[in-house]
């Protein structure tokens, strides 16, 4: 099991151009999740999913997008990067027991 | 609404110490508490866990006790090493449906030798 993996793992963009995370999990989880990580402000919710073909919003949605159109992948996508979007993001899977978090994309926006 | 208060860091103690890294919740309900790790580089893992009032997680020498009377779930281990030198980030769940956490801050924990 390669458990929860995230494509890229380091990305800067300019201003206003266009990028999708992956996000991928062999565990067969129905829920996937999201997360932004800020210095001093812990992790926060900005889009989950409850199963294939279904998203909601998460603390901290506006200027994302996603998309769950298999079970095991969740886009995650930036339609016009803003500097205040740079941070590390995060990707989890869950079952009833627990989550298991991918190793994070850290995304500079200049 | 529902939030997670944790200890201020950096905090930084000699191998063997004891540890204490504070963390008291607001809900409403009644939720599932977490503390989760992250060492450099890595994403987070799951430390412990407890579901229930007075129930106590367990994992690795750290223990931390759900106290539903003063809404804490204090982190603690009894002779820290070189090793456990992490962020570390207590969390709740369970409330809205979804398993979503709400996290703390996080707290960076050095140890040194």
């Known amino acids: 099991n390669a458990g929860v993996t995230q494509t890229p793992k380091f990305r800067v963009l300019k201003t206003g151009q266009s990028m999708t995370l992956l996000c991928a999990q062999d565990?067969?989880?129905?829920?996937m999740y999201w997360y932004r990580q800020d210095p001093g402000m812990g992790l926060r919710l900005i889009h989950y999913s409850v199963g294939e073909g279904t998203t909601a919003k998460g603390e901290v949605p506006d200027g994302y997008n996603v998309s769950r159109l298999k079970k095991q992948n969740f886009l995650l996508g930036l339609e016009s990067a803003a500097p205040s979007q740079t941070s590390v993001y995060f990707c989890a899977s869950s079952y009833s027991g627990g989550k298991f978090f991918g190793p994070g994309t850290r995304l500079t926006v200049l | 609404g529902n939030s997670v208060t944790q200890m201020e860091g950096p905090v930084t103690l000699s191998e063997e110490a004891f540890l204490t890294i504070n963390c008291t919740y607001t809900a409403t309900g009644y939720p599932s508490l977490f503390w989760y790790v992250q060492y450099p580089g890595e994403g987070l893992q799951l430390l412990l866990k407890a579901t229930k009032a007075d129930d106590k997680g367990s994992n690795k020498g750290f223990e931390a006790t759900y106290r539903k009377e003063t809404t804490s779930f204090h982190l603690e281990k009894g002779s820290v090493q070189v090793s456990d030198s992490a962020v570390y980030f207590c969390?709740?769940?369970?409330?809205?449906?979804?398993?979503?956490?709400?996290f703390g801050q996080g707290t960076r924990l050095t140890i040194n030798p």
């Open positions: 969390a709740l769940s369970g409330l809205g449906g979804a398993q979503k956490l709400v």
């Open positions: 565990m067969n989880h129905e829920y």
